[in-house]
């Protein structure tokens, strides 16, 4: 059995402290509703006999103990014979009631009074005087069918029977805190067995021993609104550069610089145990993070059965990374597209290929990420989900760094660890988990930097200002050519080569000049055509 946090579950618990109050409230009103227009008042009232010496027996009228323990003992016998059917029957006869034998014996009750000769006969009813004459009523029978069968005549009256005008039932007060108390524990029973049998991961502070890898960063939950019948734009690091999502996104950016540092991060490989956990997401944006720092970027699209990077940055998926597994490393340049982000470059993931596994294991996959090493500065490659395929797991062993992305409260504990297994199996140097959508409560340092990241034109400045400040010069020519005015063009250095690629659109600007042919060793790049055109050199 594993053992439970306190903490963690009343961490858990307040999720749900709407849902006790009102269920307390709904509880409470339903009750407080029942018990002042359902529920029927009924009234008691009550008649006491006493228990005498029999005056047959003999002329001494005293009474000695042996006199007292003898009507104790016929006490109980006597609380059975006034609810018999013989006397009963004759109470409704003569009062006429309306009730069967059955259904007067609920409403009558005998108590002997402890240590006394006495007998108490209650009887409860929805009119109060009706009431009090079924006590007069059976009081007289029970001792006149005493005498009858018995010959005794030790059957005393003592205190008749009174109206009593206060509801007997009227519990109120007691029913209300029940129910508000019944509400609550409830409430706290059920989401205890929901809390117990939940075995998704959760952020919180010791997750790390609890799941045995480090947490490298923790992305908060996008609260950003889009337009109705508009699918929300995953490059949240683009638009909205101040948001909650760009700062933790940042700062996994900073997390990762450091773990490795001896040799130098280069690539990195983004998985996830399942599907929908923001693999994708968290890719993209951590790429426009790193582009927006000036470093040269490019993001591989490796999850070749259902990879989706060509959606979210919206450009053409005509020939991808499958394709140039099946072509000359040399040619990359033919299937990298540039994106509308500075220093960041795509290759897609093209076709379907029959055998995925084998073609992200072969020695031209090595050898692609090698000379794409030469060209960037950081290559992230978004792979497959762990679960059922090996993709993710034979791409692990080609990288710099493995990230397990992990959506909070939603990744089953299980799959994490079989994921966590996996890798460890093949030697894959992981460097954390990523908590994706968690929540900004739980995370609190990201409140600072409020809710949502309205884009404005002053941000975008902004932005494109800072980006200019970072540039190391890796631009390309054709970015140089379509620079915009108020940026001073930046030559690429001799360190690093021209980067070969397909004709692509460049960045808009606010005016374009003619565009630059340039050769190189592999392949010749074009750049789009543009309004105003000037003579070529």
Same mark, same amino acid.
């Given at each position: 059995?594993?053992?439970?946090?306190?903490?963690?579950?009343?961490?858990?618990?307040?999720?749900?402290?709407?849902?006790?109050?009102?269920?307390?409230?709904?509880?409470?009103?339903?009750?407080?509703?029942?018990?002042?227009?359902?529920?029927?008042?009924?009234?008691?009232? *009550?008649?006491?006999?006493? +228990?005498? &010496? @029999?005056?047959?027996?003999?002329?001494? %009228?005293?009474?000695? #103990?042996?006199? /007292?323990?003898?009507?104790?003992?016929?006490?109980?016998?006597?609380?059975?014979?006034?609810?018999?059917?013989?006397?009963?029957?004759?109470?409704?006869?003569?009062?006429?009631?309306? *009730?069967?034998?059955?259904? +007067?014996? &609920? @409403?009558?009750?005998?108590?002997?009074? %402890?240590?006394?000769? #006495?007998?108490? /006969?209650?009887?409860?009813?929805?009119?109060?005087?009706?009431?009090?004459?079924?006590?007069?009523?059976?009081?007289?029978?029970?001792?006149?069918?005493?005498?009858?069968?018995?010959?005794?005549?030790?059957?005393?009256?003592?205190?008749?029977?009174?109206?009593?005008?206060?509801?007997?039932?009227?519990?109120?007060?007691?029913?209300?805190?029940?129910?508000?108390?019944?509400?609550?524990?409830?409430?706290?029973?059920?989401?205890?067995?929901?809390?117990?049998?939940?075995?998704?991961?959760?952020?919180?502070?010791?997750?790390?021993?609890?799941?045995?890898?480090?947490?490298?960063?923790?992305?908060?939950?996008?609260?950003?609104?889009?337009?109705?019948?508009?699918?929300?734009?995953?490059?949240?690091?683009?638009?909205?550069?101040?948001?909650?999502?760009?700062?933790?996104?940042?700062?996994?950016?900073?997390?990762?610089?450091?773990?490795?540092?001896?040799?130098?991060?280069?690539?990195?490989?983004?998985?996830?145990?399942?599907?929908?956990?923001?693999?994708?997401?968290?890719?993209?944006?951590?790429?426009?993070?790193?582009?927006?720092?000036?470093?040269?970027?490019?993001?591989?699209?490796?999850?070749?059965?259902?990879?989706?990077?060509?959606?979210?940055?919206?450009?053409?998926?005509?020939?991808?990374?499958?394709?140039?597994?099946?072509?000359?490393?040399?040619?990359?340049?033919?299937?990298?597209?540039?994106?509308?982000?500075?220093?960041?470059?795509?290759?897609?993931?093209?076709?379907?290929?029959?055998?995925?596994?084998?073609?992200?294991?072969?020695?031209?996959?090595?050898?692609?990420?090698?000379?794409?090493?030469?060209?960037?500065?950081?290559?992230?490659?978004?792979?497959?989900?762990?679960?059922?395929?090996?993709?993710?797991?034979?791409?692990?062993?080609?990288?710099?760094?493995?990230?397990?992305?992990?959506?909070?409260?939603?990744?089953?504990?299980?799959?994490?660890?079989?994921?966590?297994?996996?890798?460890?199996?093949?030697?894959?140097?992981?460097?954390?988990?990523?908590?994706?959508?968690?929540?900004?409560?739980?995370?609190?340092?990201?409140?600072?930097y409020g809710a949502k990241g309205a884009r404005t034109e002053s941000n975008d400045e902004q932005i494109g200002l800072e980006r200019q400040r970072h540039i190391n010069g890796y631009s390309t020519e054709a970015e140089t050519a379509t620079a915009p005015a108020h940026r001073a063009p930046v030559t690429a250095p001799e360190a690093k080569p021209e980067l070969p690629r397909r004709e692509t659109v460049a960045p808009a600007a606010p005016t374009r000049v003619a565009p630059a042919r340039r050769t190189t060793t592999t392949s010749t790049v074009k750049a789009p055509a543009t309004r105003n055109r000037t003579p070529r050199k």
């Amino acid at each position: 059995m594993e053992e439970i946090d306190l903490k963690d579950f009343l961490s858990y618990l307040k999720k749900f402290v709407i849902v006790i109050i009102v269920v307390a409230i709904v509880a409470v009103a339903g009750t407080y509703f029942y018990d002042t227009t359902i529920k029927t008042p009924m009234y008691t009232t *009550y008649t006491k006999i006493l +228990l005498v &010496k @029999n005056q047959d027996e003999d002329t001494n %009228t005293s009474v000695n #103990i042996n006199d /007292i323990n003898a009507n104790q003992k016929l006490a109980a016998t006597y609380s059975e014979f006034v609810k018999s059917r013989l006397v009963l029957q004759q109470v409704i006869d003569e009062l006429r009631l309306d *009730y069967s034998v059955e259904q +007067l014996a &609920k @409403n009558v009750s005998v108590t002997n009074i %402890t240590d006394t000769q #006495i007998l108490k /006969i209650s009887v409860t009813d929805a009119n109060p005087e009706r009431a009090r004459d079924i006590a007069d009523s059976t009081t007289k029978v029970f001792a006149k069918e005493i005498e009858n069968i018995t010959h005794f005549d030790n059957v005393r009256p003592y205190e008749a029977a009174q109206v009593n005008n206060t509801p007997s039932n009227n519990t109120l007060s007691r029913d209300l805190i029940i129910a508000a108390l019944v509400g609550i524990f409830g409430v706290l029973a059920i989401v205890f067995i929901i809390y117990y049998f939940d075995d998704t991961v959760k952020y919180s502070e010791d997750l790390e021993r609890k799941i045995g890898i480090p947490v490298i960063g923790k992305i908060i939950r996008s609260d950003v609104s889009t337009r109705r019948g508009r699918k929300p734009d995953e490059l949240i690091v683009q638009r909205y550069p101040k948001s909650a999502v760009t700062e933790s996104i940042k700062s996994l950016r900073t997390n990762l610089q450091f773990t490795n540092v001896d040799k130098g991060l280069h690539t990195i490989l983004m998985t996830s145990s399942l599907a929908s956990e923001g693999k994708s997401f968290v890719s993209s944006n951590l790429a426009i993070s790193f582009a927006q720092s000036g470093r040269r970027t490019l993001i591989v699209d490796c999850d070749l059965r259902k990879g989706r990077l060509h959606h979210v940055f919206h450009l053409p998926n005509i020939q991808g990374l499958s394709h140039l597994l099946v072509d000359k490393a040399a040619n990359f340049g033919r299937y990298i597209q540039k994106t509308s982000i500075d220093n960041l470059y795509i290759i897609t993931r093209g076709t379907y290929p029959p055998n995925p596994s084998e073609l992200l294991g072969s020695d031209k996959n090595r050898e692609l990420i090698n000379v794409l090493r030469q060209h960037f500065d950081i290559i992230i490659f978004d792979g497959a989900p762990c679960n059922g395929v090996t993709d993710s797991i034979v791409m692990s062993t080609l990288v710099d760094e493995v990230l397990i992305v992990t959506k909070n409260a939603s990744t089953p504990r299980s799959a994490l660890d079989t994921t966590r297994d996996m890798l460890a199996k093949v030697n894959a140097p992981i460097a954390g988990v990523v908590m994706n959508s968690v929540d900004k409560k739980v995370a609190k340092y990201y409140s600072y930097y409020g809710a949502k990241g309205a884009r404005t034109e002053s941000n975008d400045e902004q932005i494109g200002l800072e980006r200019q400040r970072h540039i190391n010069g890796y631009s390309t020519e054709a970015e140089t050519a379509t620079a915009p005015a108020h940026r001073a063009p930046v030559t690429a250095p001799e360190a690093k080569p021209e980067l070969p690629r397909r004709e692509t659109v460049a960045p808009a600007a606010p005016t374009r000049v003619a565009p630059a042919r340039r050769t190189t060793t592999t392949s010749t790049v074009k750049a789009p055509a543009t309004r105003n055109r000037t003579p070529r050199k």
